[in-house]
């Protein structure tokens, strides 16, 4: 077998980490499943299933499960046909592939079932994450034709381009305008709402986006993306120096697209009601035309979001203001790069919430490496 590849190369990005980081649990299985000597035992005890070249059968595959993110481009390359159409739906659902290893994949994909033009619904949801390895050609021809597939691929890491070639071929095959999409079509774009341009977000539909607009909300898009939401929004509810916390509170991360005339607008007590994932997306530049008053109302958990770029803009009586909010001091002697914190940790639910999910875990964990070993 080829030599195991580093158990660095996957990284998640940050945003999309939630919980504990079960990376190294994953290297361990991944270390142990393939190493023959500790695990032939079990092995023996298997079926015989389809196998490639470098021993990677359909039942290692499935019972590495998101831990098959460690197999080397290599390695994938020495796949058969067989054993990349049995595994693709467990090869699928994992996380964080690197852009060689979905090369690879892509290749095995076309192998197994042709050109791309043949692809059916079926096999695009098998290929999950793996969709990402096909180029933005390619992509459009892939069918997407119903909210169901839209939500299998939500889970994975798109870049913004791919968002766009997604939406354009779902699009293409629902047979419908954009402004005659429902509030369950707007909820179930997910991420791929990023795709609409300038001339279809204008177009969404004023009842559907009232109802989708909090679950809309939670999608992190690029700015340029966030501000024609927000223009949406504007149009829907009225400007912002209007809105109540509960409507700043439904919006979520469209909030970050507001303008540099916009942010100050709003009422001090809007500010705690700020979703503190819209907070590290909010341009530092418009993040500096708070007063020290609409700062200090952010609270706790949303000063803590503020990220070090956003804090290096700020002046000393805005930092003081934001130190007020996080409850420490101000220390004018300490470096000015850095906020007064660790990012964004300071948050008691977030602590608990990820001891929480720890502890949960831990005897599971120890079950699982017990059956490995």
Do not use: H
């Not at 509960?246 to 970050?256: D, E, F, K, Q, Y």
Request: glycine share 8%.
């Amino acid at each position: 077998m080829d030599s195991l590849p580093s158990p660095l190369v996957p990284t998640p990005p940050q945003e999309f980490s939630r919980g504990p980081d079960l990376s190294a649990l994953r290297w361990k299985l991944f270390s142990l499943s393939t190493s023959t000597s500790e695990v032939m035992p079990m092995r023996r005890r298997r079926a015989v299933l389809p196998q490639g070249e470098a021993g990677l059968t359909v039942s290692l595959l499935e019972e590495l499960g998101g831990a098959n993110v460690y197999w080397s481009p290599a390695q994938l390359s020495k796949m058969d046909a067989a054993t990349i159409t049995a595994a693709m739906e467990k090869l699928g659902v994992v996380l964080y592939y690197s852009a060689e290893q979905l090369v690879v994949l892509r290749e095995k994909a076309i192998q197994a079932w042709g050109p791309v033009s043949g692809f059916n619904e079926s096999q695009v949801l098998q290929l999950g994450c793996v969709s990402q390895g096909f180029n933005l050609t390619e992509l459009p021809s892939l069918p997407f034709s119903s909210l169901d597939t839209l939500e299998t691929l939500s889970r994975c890491s798109w870049t913004q381009p791919q968002r766009e070639a997604v939406w354009r071929g779902f699009v293409e095959r629902i047979n419908k305008t954009v402004g005659e999409l429902g509030a369950v079509e707007l909820v179930g774009l997910d991420q791929f709402i990023c795709g609409l341009n300038t001339e279809e977000t204008g177009q969404l539909n004023t009842d559907a986006f009232r109802e989708a607009v909090q679950s809309v909300g939670e999608v992190q898009c690029p700015l340029t993306v966030t501000e024609l939401l927000k223009q949406r929004a504007v149009a829907v509810f009225g400007e912002p120096q209007g809105w109540t916390e509960a409507r700043v509170n439904s919006l979520g991360n469209i909030m970050a697209g507001l303008s540099l005339s916009e942010f100050p607008s709003l009422s001090p007590s809007a500010f705690s009601f700020l979703s503190p994932t819209s907070v590290p997306l909010i341009p530092p530049d418009r993040l500096a035309a708070l007063s020290t008053s609409q700062l200090k109302a952010l609270g706790p958990d949303n000063a803590a979001m503020v990220t070090n770029a956003q804090w290096e803009v700020l002046g000393e009586a805005q930092r003081a203001a934001l130190g007020n909010a996080l409850g420490v001091a101000y220390d004018r002697a300490e470096p000015t790069t850095n906020p007064p914190r660790n990012l964004p940790q300071l948050s008691g639910a977030s602590i608990l919430g990820t001891l929480g999910v720890g502890v949960f875990m831990q005897p599971f964990l120890f079950l699982l490496l017990g059956f490995v070993l």
